[in-house]
């Protein structure tokens, strides 16, 4: 009786996500991704500048929609991203358990997967924290609303492969924004299965645009892309000065690199509130 | 019979009395420049010297933040909000009293209508004072990130509006509990001089408030002094970029309002005549130096003959000249540099093919002085219909449906402020809500209060001056 | 002679801009702070004395009463001979012939209300009649009230056709439609009306009757400037316009005139473009007088009551 051979497993192929899409670099490069102890994962996209004037054109394409929407809309995509996720907790789970060890991995992606539905939830309450009408002295209506700053480019950290990601993407598209995000370099693969979550949710191509390849490579064109309205460099490390005085040069709203502790289930709008313009109109009150 | 033709009506120059010189004003007094270099601040009008300042060197910077940050550490920081804000309703109360005074005071050194000072600067100066000095003791309730002051406000302001600018700065620094060193612009140092003897008169704590004159190299030391926690500035975009640059990989703070090209909206449904009033208003007010003018007016084709028709009749009976006289309505160019700025922008727009118009309207003899302007035939290629001229100089430009309008609006680097005019709600809702500006005038234009956010979108510079909105920038 | 107008008045009076009220208001506003002085007052005064419409509306007014007030619109002040007469007189249709004695070549023209003044709530005969009988009395310009309710239920036929009826029955004297933009409320009522006026052959759009609170405003009068204006642009025909009611002070009367002179423009600057319906006013006028005249304030004790 002859053995059956073992099955073969189908492996992935870790692609970039840009404007709803999965492309390989436009480069046709790639970097293999291992775990801490040497362990070789899989080849991860490494992607050029040319890739992230893609993820630019793509996130503009997708910004007037996408901040078009209503509010409570937004929310109900974020909301079926979060659900997206929760079907795929255990590949998170590997994929995060290759730094952190396999029980402290399954913690974190359900705190992902619960700041993810956080961030989901914030998206129609915005308008009454942030706005509200003014009392102005005269017959006008006056109010203040919250409105996306634009593209926003985000450097995710380097050391929160999946809870990092997920703490500085949602906030930044929750309001409005569309977003090109660089991948921790080191730990890509999380971000990778991410986009695929959210091609799978109903978020519109190119509100959320993930390369994965080198920060030292990809951010200085990212930061100096005119058509980028802000810039996330939590994931910046010493990059981060010279980033800022690229994004000097179009007036980029820039969130520094902070201390930040993605354990807080409740972050409140710190990561909200820097890529939100504040838009007020008048309107003469008459007969 | 007499035609009945307005006399000239120049309000008194005799309330003012301007000192041949000023020092600078730090830790509550005012103290001899260690600098030995001055400057020299005219009379737009007439071009007559009105004072000499001194421009502030490096040590005398040093001095304005070593002032500033023992004010905030031994003083400012720990005194109770409510008391804070008492001193700022003291100077709300002063301002009032010396309104008039003061309003004689910016035209002769900035040379807007005295109608402007008197009816427009100095109430708004008040009441921006009376409204931070309300917020000083009620932080907590603001709903703002942080709730505790920065320290030491760096603030450069422009000539435009000298004491507004100084007010919408100087305010909410204090009632958030920060001190300041402020350096107004090089060609209006006088009002900031007059408001550091409000100072004193309110009894301010000294180093609360330090004015430091000067031109660009001042300007450049207050904002890069590494005792600056929070910067504020107002002027160019320029200028923005390079304190961006500067403060990159620091920890300051950085709030900047910049230039703009607003649009100014008009669809073919709008209440004309008050339609041509909010143009004339956007593009006229303060000779245009305004970074929120409308200097772009986008009307539908439909009706632009008929509105340019009214729009010249109207701009025809703009009175303009002696920026005292209370019938001015167009004062002069605050100096020989932005005259020259706006001189070689129109010469651009006539030899790029738009065409030029001004009324018959002869401009004194001495003195900065521009006619206003209204170019036609312009597109959005045109350099005037691109650069900020800040200048009264109009450029016309022409749509066909809202979208297109709201697509020409938008189609510039600069976000500050938006007009839009239609008798329809809903069509004023839609255009609102896609104009990527951080104000939008409907049916009305150049309005301001105190409680009401100002600041822009993409290069019009980030964070907001005014409203609640207005103490974020200065709490931490 | 009143225009062809299209068929739908309401489509044609609904089609005009709209009026923007705190736009308007913020641009009366702003004229109010022109500064009117010396030489300019001066010549403001006299102009404002020389469109004052002399105006007795009581039903107290007797033939005393009506001659008084004559004699003072011809010299408004005995003790200065270089004062203007005023425009005209203004009273009501039975005083026209009292008054018309009075003024007879003086060249002070004689203004009465009719049509069922103020409220205007009769049959359009009586109206007619009232007109006639004024003229026939000697009545040089005719004060008519429009069907205010007949407006607001949106019937401007009956409106315009009332007023092409009064036209027709001024003969050779003016016609002065009253708005009574009190009741009209709303600024875009008052130029649908002043332009409804305007095209049934108005001679002069007038604000108010004086007996409906608000009376005269410089807001509402702007508006009506801006419609004659228009009009003139259109078809080159010139309208006067007459504020009526709370203009009390000369600083208000040279609000006025400052309104003229930058929205209408200065070919209305004349008595027989613009007129200002007031009785306390003309005092008031004549004491600024002398006060530029004589360097001294003055006190109502020097000017007569009638």
């Known amino acids: 009786m002859a053995d059956i051979p073992p099955r073969i497993a189908v492996r992935r192929t870790y692609k970039l996500y840009v404007g709803g899409a999965f492309p390989r670099s436009e480069s046709g490069r790639s970097y293999p991704v291992t775990s801490a102890s040497g362990v070789h994962l899989g080849n991860a996209a490494l992607a050029s500048r040319k890739d992230v004037r893609d993820a630019v054109a793509a996130a503009r394409k997708a910004f007037p929609g996408w901040s078009g929407r209503t509010a409570y809309n937004r929310g109900q995509i974020l909301y079926r991203v979060a659900e997206m996720m929760e079907g795929r907790r255990e590949q998170f789970a590997a994929e995060v358990a290759e730094g952190v060890g396999k029980a402290k991995a399954h913690t974190l992606v359900s705190s992902a997967i619960d700041r993810w539905v956080y961030y ?168 | 019979m007499e035609i009945f033709e307005y006399a000239p009506a120049p309000e008194s120059r005799a309330i003012v009395s301007i000192r041949p010189s000023y020092d600078l004003f730090i830790d509550g007094e005012f103290v001899e420049a260690k600098s030995d270099e001055r400057i020299v601040t005219v009379n737009p009008a007439d071009e007559e010297p009105l004072a000499e300042v001194a421009a502030a060197g490096d040590a005398d910077v040093e001095r304005a933040f070593a002032a500033a940050r023992r004010a905030y550490e031994r003083v400012w920081s720990a005194l109770p909000g409510a008391e804070r804000g008492k001193y700022l309703f003291r100077i709300a109360r002063i301002i009032q009293e010396r309104a008039r005074e003061l309003a004689v005071l910016e035209s002769l050194d900035n040379g807007k209508p005295i109608k402007e000072t008197r009816d427009v600067d100095l109430p ?202 209370k019938n001015t309505d167009i004062g002069a160019i605050n100096s020989a540099a932005q005259l020259a700025r706006i001189r070689e922008l129109t010469l651009a727009g006539e030899s790029e093919g738009a065409t030029g118009w001004s009324p018959a309207c002869p401009l004194p003899e001495r003195g900065y002085w521009f006619p206003p302007t209204v170019f036609t035939g312009v597109t959005q290629a045109h350099r005037i219909a691109r650069e900020e001229i800040f200048g009264p100089v109009l450029s016309v430009l022409t749509f066909r449906t809202p979208d297109e309008a709201v697509a020409k609006a938008n189609n510039t680097p600069y976000g500050l402020s938006a007009g839009v005019w239609t008798e329809k709600g809903s069509l004023m809702l839609w255009t609102a809500s896609r104009l990527r500006a951080g104000v939008v005038w409907s049916n009305t234009f150049n309005v301001f209060d105190p409680a009401s956010p100002f600041g822009g979108y993409k290069e019009s510079g980030y964070g907001r001056e005014g409203g609640r909105h207005g103490l974020e920038a200065y709490l931490g | 002679m009143p225009d062809t107008l299209p068929g739908s008045l309401r489509a044609y009076l609904h089609g005009l801009p709209g009026v923007d009220e705190v736009g308007v208001r913020r641009r009366a506003a702003d004229l109010a702070t022109r500064s009117v002085k010396t030489r ?251 006060k530029l005249t004589t360097g001294h304030y003055s006190g109502p004790d020097y000017y007569t009551i009638d």
């Open chain 1, 120 to 287: 989901a939830g914030w998206a129609d309450k915005l308008g009454q924290v942030l706005g509200g009408a003014n009392p102005v002295s005269g017959p006008y209506f006056n109010v203040s609303e919250p409105e996306p700053t634009g593209v926003v480019g985000v450097l995710a950290p380097g050391g929160s492969s999946l809870l990092g990601l997920v703490s500085v993407l949602a906030p930044v598209i929750t309001s409005g924004n569309t977003a090109v995000l660089v991948a921790s370099e080191r730990a890509p693969l999380p971000a990778v299965t991410l986009a695929e979550a959210l091609a799978t949710s109903d978020l519109p191509a190119g509100v959320a645009n993930v390369l994965t390849g080198r920060v030292a490579e990809l951010a200085a064109p990212l930061a100096g892309h005119a058509d980028v309205n802000a810039l996330d460099l939590t994931g910046a490390g010493d990059l981060a000065t010279g980033l800022e005085e690229l994004a000097a040069t179009t007036l980029k709203r820039v969130l520094r690199p902070g201390h930040d502790d993605w354990s807080d289930p409740d972050p409140g709008l710190s990561r909200v509130r820097p890529f939100l313009e504040t838009k007020t109109v008048w309107h003469p009150i008459g007969l």
């Open chain 2, 124 to 325: 708004l100066v008040a009441a921006h004072f009376f409204y931070y000095a309300g917020w000083a003791d009620k932080l907590a309730h603001a709903g703002t990130a942080g709730t505790r002051p920065l320290g030491v406000a760096a603030q450069v302001i422009p000539w435009n509006f000298p004491l507004l600018m100084l007010a919408w700065k100087v305010a909410p620094a204090l009632a958030t509990g920060n001190t300041v060193v402020l350096k107004p612009a090089e060609t209006t140092p006088l009002t900031a001089l007059a408001f550091a003897e409000i100072c004193q008169e309110a009894g301010l704590p000294p180093g609360v408030v330090n004015i430091v004159t000067g031109a660009g190299d001042t300007g450049r030391a207050v904002v890069a002094h590494p005792e600056a926690d929070k910067i504020a500035f107002t002027g160019s975009t320029e200028v923005g970029r390079q304190i961006a640059r500067a403060v990159a990989g620091t920890d300051k703070r950085l709030t900047l309002e910049l230039g703009g090209k607003g649009a100014n909206i008009v669809y073919d449904d709008a209440a004309i005549d008050q339609a041509v009033e909010g143009i004339v208003t956007g593009i006229f007010f303060n000779q245009g130096h305004v970074c929120c003018a409308g200097s772009r007016l986008l009307v539908q084709e439909s009706i632009a003959e008929e509105l340019l028709e009214r729009l010249r009749a109207r701009i025809s009976l703009l009175r303009l000249g002696d920026p005292l006289d």
């Open chain 3, 40 to 290: 300019a007052k001066r010549s403001a005064i006299d102009l404002a004395i020389r469109m004052v419409d002399l105006t007795t509306l009581e039903g107290a007014d007797t033939p005393g009463k009506v001659r008084a007030l004559a004699a003072k619109a011809v010299r408004p002040d005995p003790a200065d001979p270089t004062a203007p007469s005023v425009a005209a007189l203004c009273v009501y249709p039975d005083m026209v012939a009292t008054a018309a004695r009075a003024l007879a070549g003086t060249g002070v023209g004689l203004a009465s209300v009719a049509t069922g003044f103020p409220a205007g709530r009769t049959s359009l005969e009586v109206k007619l009649s009232d007109t006639r009988a004024a003229v026939a009395a000697g009545a040089t310009e005719i004060d008519m009230v429009i069907d205010r309710g007949a407006f607001l239920a949106g019937d401007y036929r009956k409106v315009f056709d009332e007023i092409v009826a009064v036209k027709e029955s001024c003969g050779d004297a003016h016609l002065k439609v009253i708005l009574e933009t009190g009741e009209l409320v709303t600024y875009d009522n008052v130029r649908r009306a002043s332009w409804l006026a305007l095209r049934a052959g108005a001679d002069f759009i007038k604000t108010s009757t004086g007996k409906v609170a608000p009376a005269a405003t410089l807001p509402v009068t702007l508006v009506m400037l801006e419609a004659v204006r228009d009009y003139r642009a259109a078809t080159g025909r010139q309208v006067g316009v007459k504020p009526a009611g709370g203009i009390r002070t000369t600083k208000d009367a040279i609000r006025y005139l400052v309104l003229v002179k930058e929205i209408a423009g200065d070919d209305w600057l004349d008595p027989a473009w613009f007129r200002l319906g007031a009785s306390t006013l003309l005092n008031d006028l004549l004491m600024q007088r002398t």
